[in-house]
């Protein structure tokens, strides 16, 4: 009798190219990170948007740009840029277009459990603030997540990961979490977190 292999674990995957996103594609990988900085240009605009409390959901970038409050100009142009440069990057590593994006300004712990999303893909970034944290090894046992809190990992602000969701990998998604955040100083508290999802399971 043929006893087909257990699975091994899923693997997050690091460089400082964004190519590395399109490794997403790969079966093994459940989420890929391009470490990169904060792009520095849309800096002004990013630091006025920290005196709102908001959330803005759009169908493409464009929308979304238009969703958000006025700012310094020049920085504005600059973050709309770096946004549809995102869903591009998206729409390469995984075939399918963005579906939706919600930028948030938020300063709680809102979902602060860790989760597998159910979503094809989604992309996230923090552009300031701290970052999400994840469990590269975390696993799914009858439904349940089975983690252990040494392992916890967290992005740097700038960074931009691929979770694939339970849509594109059931049972072997991205584990992660917005970081906890109500016990620090108030304006360290404050994040700004750019989602991107896929329309459906792909990869």
């Given amino acids: 009798m043929h006893i087909a292999p257990f699975p091994a674990a899923p693997q997050a995957v690091f460089a400082h190219a ?10 093994a990988v459940n989420l890929a990170v391009w470490h990169r900085p904060v792009p520095l240009a849309a800096l002004p605009y990013l630091r006025s948007l920290t005196q709102h409390r908001l959330r803005a959901d759009a169908p493409d970038p464009a929308a979304l740009m238009r969703a ?13 840029h770096d946004v549809a440069r995102l ?10 277009e963005a579906a939706t994006l919600r930028l948030e300004v938020l300063d709680d712990d809102a979902c602060r ?3 597998v999303d159910a979503v094809g893909v989604r992309l996230l970034t923090t552009y300031l603030g701290p970052a999400t944290e994840y469990l590269p ?28 969701g339970e849509r594109a990998a059931p049972g072997r998604g991205a584990v992660h979490r917005s ?12 994040r700004i977190l750019l989602a991107i999802d896929t329309a459906t399971a792909a990869p």
């Fill in 18 to 27: 964004p190519t590395v996103l399109r490794r997403a594609a790969c079966q």
């Fill in 68 to 80: 958000l409050p006025p700012g310094p100009t020049a920085a504005r142009r600059a973050f709309g």
């Fill in 87 to 96: 869903a591009a990057l998206l729409h390469a590593a995984t075939g399918q």
């Fill in 113 to 115: 459990r860790f989760h």
């Fill in 137 to 164: 090894e975390a696993a799914l046992d009858r439904g349940a997540l089975s983690t252990s809190t040494q392992h916890i990992q967290r992005l740097r602000p700038g960074d931009v990961g691929l979770f694939k």
């Fill in 179 to 190: 970081p906890p955040v109500s016990h620090l100083p108030g304006p360290r508290r404050v």
